[in-house]
């Protein structure tokens, strides 16, 4: 299969891992990959492309040979750049930067010999690309993963660029439904439900299951309002009151920690929390492993990888019904759902768990099983190659 580009926003950032796993594993198919990134490379020597970060003179170069080159679609680009964006003086601005780093992305493209590009994420990334696609006439697909896509000022976008697209992979079903809300029925053929699959061969070992006291619980997600930290603490708190022993990992970091470890203190929950901030993958996987079970109180999803992962290491799991996740956490017996936002609907469903350990185990093995039937990196790479093939999936 000829080069395919990928363009992520920030390709390095931790949350990202699976992008890089897609493409580890497209390449184990044979599909030649040439990722580019928007950010500044994490590292010297790195393999990937970056867009911004470079000299003044690289960008004057890229608009030269971009105008030389193919002056009517540079200026029908320009034209796009000005008209796909949101209202206001600013985004007027943003536009002209986006326009820029779309016409290096369209020269570095050139020279690799892209013959389409892929994006992850509708998000400013995928306004460069889209530029980038439009100049080079190169088809453009993209990956739409949650809720906040949708929001502004993404939202206000995404129609078009559902619109533009050769295809869109959705990581869930309920994603692939937001799609096609926005959009004439015409275009809902080219959506695919593609699952952020996880690679089972790098996991670690997963812990037995055993029935010590007090239970490890575990919540990773950065430190923000959506992620319903402070919901988590006052379940935790009601049932702390009526004498249930536990003990809580905190991962992650973000603007509202100062606020959590506030609360916590407020609700006497300090003794019984370690704020273990944010941890690379691999030690976040490990903490899964080692924990009891894994709580996601979010009040805004798409469908967590960390979900994912959590199941595949035997680990039962309690997350809200929000978004993608009863796809995840379905009658498989792999986990509970709680009602979003209902924190006293999470303190139930965290007893109802403390009062079975014993079918914990079985827990495990239920969303191990799950995770290895339509979640594993090999079934979702194999998707992709034949959705960049031209074949359409239903």
Not at 11 to 21: D, G, K
Not at 195 to 220: F, N, Y
Not at 314 to 342: K, M, N, W
């Amino acid at each position: 299969m000829s080069n395919i580009a990928y363009l992520v926003s920030d390709i390095h950032a931790p949350s990202h891992t699976f992008v890089r796993r897609e493409i580890a594993a497209l390449r184990a198919l044979g599909v030649e990959i040439t990722p580019y990134t928007i950010r500044r490379e994490a590292s010297a020597g790195d393999a990937v492309e970056n867009l911004l970060g470079r000299s003044f003179i690289t960008y004057i170069a890229a608009l030269s040979w971009a105008f030389f080159t193919r002056p009517r679609r540079f200026a029908a680009a320009w034209l796009f750049a000005l008209r796909h964006r949101v209202p206001g003086a600013k985004a007027l601005i943003w536009s002209q930067f986006h326009f820029v780093e779309a016409m290096l992305l369209a020269r570095l493209l050139r020279r690799a010999g892209a013959s389409r590009l892929h994006n992850h994420f509708a998000n400013s990334g995928a306004t460069v690309g889209l530029i980038a696609a439009r100049y080079s006439q190169l088809p453009w697909s993209l990956t739409l993963h949650g809720i906040s896509e949708t929001d502004y000022p993404a939202g206000l976008l995404l129609a078009e660029k559902l619109e533009q697209a050769s295809f869109v992979a959705c990581a869930s079903y309920f994603m692939r439904a937001q799609a096609m809300r926005i959009v004439a029925p015409s275009h809902w053929g080219k959506m695919a439900v593609v699952r952020c699959g996880i690679d089972l061969s790098v996991l670690p070992k997963a812990h037995p299951h055993t029935e010590r006291a007090p239970p490890k619980i575990i919540c990773v997600g950065r430190l923000s309002p959506e992620k319903g930290h402070f919901g988590l603490l006052d379940a935790l708190a009601s049932i702390a009151s009526e004498g249930a022993e536990f003990e809580l990992i905190i991962v992650g970091d973000g603007p509202t920690g100062p606020s959590i470890k506030l609360r916590a203190s407020q609700l006497g929950l300090v003794e019984r929390i370690r704020f273990a901030g944010a941890l690379p993958e691999a030690e976040t996987l490990a903490e899964i492993s080692a924990s009891d079970l894994l709580v996601l109180p979010s009040l805004m999803e798409g469908l967590p990888v960390v979900l994912i992962e959590a199941m595949a290491l035997h680990r039962p799991v309690v997350a809200s019904q929000v978004a993608g996740i009863p796809e995840l956490i379905d009658d498989s017996g792999a986990g509970l759902l709680f009602t979003p936002s209902d924190w006293e609907d999470l303190a139930r469903k965290l007893s109802a768990l403390f009062a079975v350990r014993s079918e914990w185990p079985l827990m495990g093995d239920a969303g191990r099983i799950k995770v290895e039937n339509e979640f594993r990196i090999e079934l979702s790479a194999a998707q992709m190659a034949r959705l960049f093939s031209g074949e359409i999936l239903t």
